[in-house]
C-alpha cells in the first residue's frame, strides 16, 4: 500500500511517502505562514524522491488537527483534490495522535500539548504501546483544556495504572512551558527537539493502521477538528450579539 501522508495543523508542513511499513522519503519545514506555498513543492519532491509519481499513489493520509485553522484548511483543501483527482481513499489522522506516535515512546502515558492561547493546551492522553499503531490507547480524546485541567486529568489517570513510576511523554509546541504545572516532576519526559511536531511519517503509519480497518472516507466526507471557533468567527458572534455595543 503506497500512501502519502502530510499534516499542516502546526508549525511543520510535514510529508511523507510510505510502501506499507517501508519510508521511502520524508520531508518537513517550518517555516511560519508558509504552508500554502510549500506543502505542493514538498509533495513533489517527495515524490520524486520515492521514485513515485502521483499514478502510483494507493491512499492519501492527512492530518485533521486540532491545530491551525489556515493550515487544516490548506492540507484538507490538498488532500480532498489530490484524492478526487487519482480516485483514491483518503484517511484522516489526529493530529495529536501523530505527534504521540511520533516521540517514539512505546511505555507509559503520552500527553501532546498545543498552544492554545490564554494557558490552554489541545491536548490528549495516550497510553504508549509497540510500533503497531492498533496497540496504543487513547485514554483522553481530542480536548481544549486549561493547563490545570489537564493536570488533574494526567495525575488522575496516571493514579489509576498499574506502574504509576512510568514516565509521562510530553510533545507539542506549549510542551516545554507547561511541563512544570503538571505536577509529576521527574516523571515528565520531553520529546526529543525532532519529535515535539507531527512527522509525515507518523501520519503514514495511523492512516495505514486506520486503513486497514475501514477507516477510510470519501474525500468530501474529510473535515476538519477545530475544538473551538476561530478567532473571526466568535468575534463576529459577539458583534451580532442583541448585547453586544
Known amino acids: 500500500m503506497r500512501v502519502l501522508a502530510f499534516d499542516t495543523a502546526t508549525a511543520a508542513c510535514t510529508v511523507a511517502v510510505v510502501d506499507g511499513g517501508r519510508v521511502l522519503s520524508e520531508l518537513t519545514l517550518q517555516v511560519p505562514r508558509a504552508h500554502s506555498t510549500r506543502l505542493m513543492p514538498l509533495i513533489a519532491q517527495a515524490l520524486r524522491e520515492a521514485g513515485m509519481e502521483r499514478r502510483d499513489l494507493d491512499a492519501i493520509a492527512v492530518g485533521v488537527g486540532p491545530g491551525s485553522f489556515t493550515g487544516l484548511r490548506i492540507g484538507l483543501a490538498t488532500a480532498k483534490g489530490l484524492a478526487l483527482a487519482l480516485?483514491?481513499?483518503?484517511?484522516?489522522v489526529s493530529t495529536l495522535a501523530a505527534a504521540a506516535y511520533g516521540t517514539g515512546a512505546q511505555v507509559g502515558l503520552v500527553v501532546p500539548l498545543f498552544d492554545a492561547k490564554r494557558d490552554q493546551v489541545f491536548t490528549a492522553v495516550y497510553a504508549a504501546g509497540d510500533r503497531d499503531p492498533s496497540t496504543w490507547a487513547e485514554l483522553l480524546g481530542p480536548a481544549n483544556l486549561h493547563v490545570d485541567e489537564l493536570a488533574e486529568q494526567v495525575r488522575s489517570l496516571r493514579a489509576g495504572r498499574d506502574d504509576t513510576r512510568q514516565?509521562?511523554?510530553l510533545c507539542?509546541?506549549?510542551a516545554e512551558v507547561h511541563a512544570a504545572r503538571l505536577g509529576l516532576g521527574p516523571a515528565v519526559r520531553l520529546a526529543a527537539p525532532g519529535a515535539l511536531l507531527p512527522r509525515g511519517s507518523a501520519v503514514a503509519a495511523l492512516g495505514l493502521s486506520l486503513l486497514e480497518r475501514g477507516g477510510a472516507v470519501a474525500p468530501d466526507a474529510l473535515a476538519p477538528v477545530y475544538l473551538r471557533k476561530?478567532?473571526?468567527e466568535s468575534l463576529w458572534e459577539k458583534r451580532k450579539s442583541p448585547s453586544a455595543p
Open 230 to 232: 476561530s478567532e473571526a
Open 167 to 169: 514516565f509521562v511523554t
Open 87 to 92: 480516485d483514491i481513499p483518503v484517511v484522516p
Open 172 to 174: 507539542g509546541d506549549a
